[in-house]
């Protein structure tokens, strides 16, 4: 049973992913959304995932932004505390941005600086999986 609970939360994020973010496909992303870097002690660039923004108001869960090295948006990420998935938490009318979904990763994190709990990363890719593999 525990091994569903990430794939029922990524249906739950597609079906619930309005109203739509009017992210820009290269940076930078609208004013509200900050550079993760500037507001906790993480690199710049993190390699796998990019270059992180995210609106602070939406802390923990998100979306974040990242882009590739050359500015374009790759994917929206999401990070879900287990301890709210746990609790049975619902997350309704995330934003995302308004592109095509490649793929969708889940991906378990202990935890790092800005989300220190145990979570977990929803990520939904807007390019191939070569292409994400490239964000290195």
């Known amino acids: ?22 992210a820009q496909m290269v940076e930078p992303p609208p004013a509200n ?7 906790v002690q993480l690199p710049d660039f993190l390699p796998g995932i990019g270059r992180l923004y995210v609106d602070p108001s939406t802390l923990p869960v998100g979306p974040f932004l990242a882009y590739d ?11 879900v505390p287990l301890d709210s998935m746990n609790a049975h938490a619902n997350w309704n009318n995330l934003g995302v941005a308004q592109e095509k979904v490649d793929h969708v990763d889940i991906v378990f994190n202990a935890g790092h600086p800005g989300v220190a709990m145990p ?8 390019v191939s999986r070569e292409q994400a593999g490239r964000v290195q």
């Open 69 to 79: 090295r050359q500015g374009h948006l790759v994917s929206s990420i999401y990070m």
């Open 1 to 22: 049973m525990r091994k569903l609970i990430p794939y029922a939360l990524a249906a739950t994020l597609l079906a619930t992913v309005t109203p739509a973010l009017h």
């Open 119 to 126: 979570h977990y990363h929803v990520v939904l890719w807007y």
């Open 33 to 39: 959304f900050k550079k993760v870097s500037t507001l």
